[in-house]
């Protein structure tokens, strides 16, 4: 029988510490972030697969200001890597963000923030980390069609932010919005 073909390998490596960002092993100034990936892309192709990698102690507002670079330079086949524990949903833009949530009925979305000490709550009420999967888990069970809307502070690891999204998961959640970090 034929098999599909396996999927192209990432063409676009984009690394981002704390002490900045380098594409394909080059260090790239935020600054000429935008011109350097509309070079890849024009290099590569808009269809080129871009691997993200982040490092834990990342604040959100940088890992936002990397995604929306690579949607105005027409990167959109983005593949997280590192030493994440879960699958990363897809990161809408601000706008599909805003469209999702007015086709969704209110009490089918959950807001879920972790701001920049890690202070997690589900529709602003604090929730201890360890119990978010219990929380979501309950929530699924009485409204199945829930979607969770995780947002964060620009301050907010990047860790932190994964962990989140792990609970979320842990707790059976498979619509997941992630919008950009507040101030």
Same mark, same amino acid.
């Given at each position: 029988? !034929?098999t599909?073909a396996?999927?192209a390998?990432?063409?676009?490596?984009? $690394?981002?510490?704390?002490?900045? $960002?380098?594409i394909?092993?080059e260090p790239v100034?935020?600054?000429e972030?935008g011109?350097v990936l509309?070079k890849?892309?024009?290099?590569?192709g808009?269809?080129?697969v871009v691997?993200l990698d982040?490092a834990?102690d990342?604040?959100m507002g940088t890992v936002?200001?990397v995604q929306e670079?690579?949607?105005?330079?027409?990167?959109?086949k983005?593949?997280?890597?590192g !030493?994440?524990?879960?699958k990363t949903p897809?990161?809408?833009p601000p706008?599909?963000?805003?469209q999702l949530?007015?086709?969704?009925?209110?009490?089918d979305?959950?807001?879920?923030?972790?701001?920049a000490?890690?202070?997690?709550?589900?529709d602003?009420e604090?929730?201890?980390?360890?119990?978010l999967?219990a $929380?979501?888990?309950?929530?699924?069970a009485a409204?199945? !069609?829930?979607?969770f809307l995780?947002?964060?502070?620009?301050g907010?690891?990047?860790?932190?932010?994964v962990?989140?999204?792990?609970?979320l998961?842990?707790?059976?959640?498979?619509r997941?919005?992630?919008?950009d970090p507040?101030k």
């Amino acid at each position: 029988p !034929d098999t599909p073909a396996p999927p192209a390998p990432p063409a676009i490596g984009v $690394v981002v510490r704390t002490a900045g $960002v380098a594409i394909n092993g080059e260090p790239v100034a935020m600054d000429e972030l935008g011109e350097v990936l509309a070079k890849h892309a024009q290099a590569e192709g808009e269809g080129a697969v871009v691997s993200l990698d982040a490092a834990g102690d990342v604040p959100m507002g940088t890992v936002h200001q990397v995604q929306e670079q690579l949607r105005q330079a027409g990167l959109k086949k983005v593949v997280y890597a590192g !030493d994440l524990p879960v699958k990363t949903p897809k990161v809408l833009p601000p706008e599909k963000a805003n469209q999702l949530q007015q086709k969704v009925a209110a009490e089918d979305l959950a807001t879920v923030r972790v701001d920049a000490a890690g202070v997690v709550t589900v529709d602003g009420e604090p929730v201890p980390g360890a119990k978010l999967a219990a $929380v979501v888990g309950k929530r699924l069970a009485a409204r199945p !069609d829930t979607v969770f809307l995780l947002q964060s502070e620009r301050g907010t690891a990047y860790g932190a932010f994964v962990q989140v999204l792990a609970g979320l998961q842990e707790g059976g959640a498979t619509r997941i919005a992630v919008e950009d970090p507040a101030k």
